[in-house]
């Protein structure tokens, strides 16, 4: 039994520079890839690309500053639904058994940053077939008000609990590049690429490369990180751009 | 610290014969005892009406009955949000710090029936001064696919981890009835009114009132039953509809 997890960029499922657009050829695209593989247990979880991110800058919410406005949570939450709910079409539409998981309503975060995201609903979903589609959210946050949960945060958070096998992130770069601009093919220790990684273009709340990089070395399951021409790779078992071996 | 659990039944703010109808003005009516009120913690919940149960009746999915297509469960849950959405929207529009939880992402039942729904995040909520709104659901039911998750199985779930101070069940009906159709002001065991119950109207996948009576009766906190008209004397704390008391 194979668990995969993936993460779709929000950069790669949205116009990353224009206010909550998707990308519908690249959605399809990711879409059709996911439709057209055999898989055991799949989960997927989405970024906010040009969903949730300007609501979050505009009011002012990160990682680790909150917000106590309700009216915040609603607009960010919001935002990040709708595109969940074009995320959940396109699967529907490619016969994945998709179903749609809103990480606010389940996951909270101590007043010391931790992250509680509750597994056993999502592992109950993936006995039935389906597979779960999450997003980067809201997360209510002890002392705090709501602060940014992304994409990243919630892989790591889910990996160990549902016995992740391989965990792929796709983003819009091919891989992890090093100072000549070529990907990266395998990274074993975070000081191996220090020196290359460079910081996130547009505005992104929740870290770039080198944020994703030290997250998924932290991980028991070993890491691809890709771009969407590598996916087919990634859903094969195959070498698929950057590999992050913990 | 007072804590409220009130659940809004679908039959209140949905025209309960007309498929995916919101009864906007009993809707904004229960919007505004909200917003007029003081209160320490509040946790909404409201019913399906005709949101969820046509989809539900479609799909053959009820309390007991599941379905396993993804396709059901992204039907009735759709439905449901979209309901829940307007909810939020008018509590918003009253100044009620709302924010929108869905059970689905959240909870699961045992193969047994045996329904878990985690508290810890409402909980956080509640601490930030939020009023959290949960809906009639989909729930994944193992073994069995998706099965029906009622309103008022939510506030069963929640009273007691939240520390319910007061259980209101605000209804299209004045409260339980007795055999000459007045309100029966305190119900102390289900035998005072097992003759008197009758069945729900409509299709209501969920029961009716016996089992809602049966379900309060379970609880540690006291409940009341009441129509719209009592809404605000619930919320003040006075006397509502019918007593059940525990």
Redesign the interface.
């Known amino acids: 039994m194979t668990t995969l997890l993936l993460k779709l960029g929000g950069s790669v499922i949205t116009d990353k520079d224009e206010p909550e657009t998707v990308d519908e050829d690249a959605l399809e695209a990711a879409a059709a890839s996911l439709g057209a593989v055999d898989f055991d247990r799949l989960v997927v979880v989405h970024g906010g690309g040009s969903f949730g991110h300007h609501h979050a800058s505009a009011h002012g919410v990160s990682r680790t500053d909150g917000s106590?406005d309700?009216?915040a949570?609603?607009d960010i939450?919001?935002a990040m639904?709708e595109l969940n709910?074009a995320v959940?079409d396109a699967l529907?539409d490619e016969g994945v058994?998709?179903?749609?998981?809103?990480?606010?309503?389940?996951?909270?975060r101590s007043d010391d940053g931790h992250l509680?995201h509750?597994t056993?609903?999502l592992a109950?979903?993936l006995?039935?077939?389906?597979?779960p589609v999450l997003h980067g959210d809201v997360v209510?946050?002890?002392?705090a008000?709501?602060t940014i949960l992304s994409g990243d945060e919630i892989i790591v958070a889910l990996a160990g609990n549902l016995g992740a096998s391989r965990i792929g992130l796709c983003s819009t770069v091919p891989g992890v590049l090093d100072d000549d601009g070529d990907v990266v093919p395998e990274i074993t220790a975070y000081e191996e690429v220090a020196d290359a990684l460079g910081e996130s273009e547009s505005t992104d709340v929740t870290g770039g490369m080198a944020a994703k990089v030290e997250t998924l070395l932290a991980l028991d399951s070993d890491s691809y990180i890709f771009g969407p021409g590598d996916l087919d790779a990634f859903l094969a078992g195959e070498a698929a751009g950057t590999h992050v071996r913990t």
Chains 1, 2 share one sequence.
């Open positions: 106590t309700a009216g949570v609603r939450h919001g639904c709910d959940v529907a058994p998709a179903v749609p998981v809103h990480p606010f309503s389940a996951a909270y509680v509750p056993t609903q109950a979903m006995d039935q077939g389906w597979v209510t946050h002890d002392d008000g709501a």
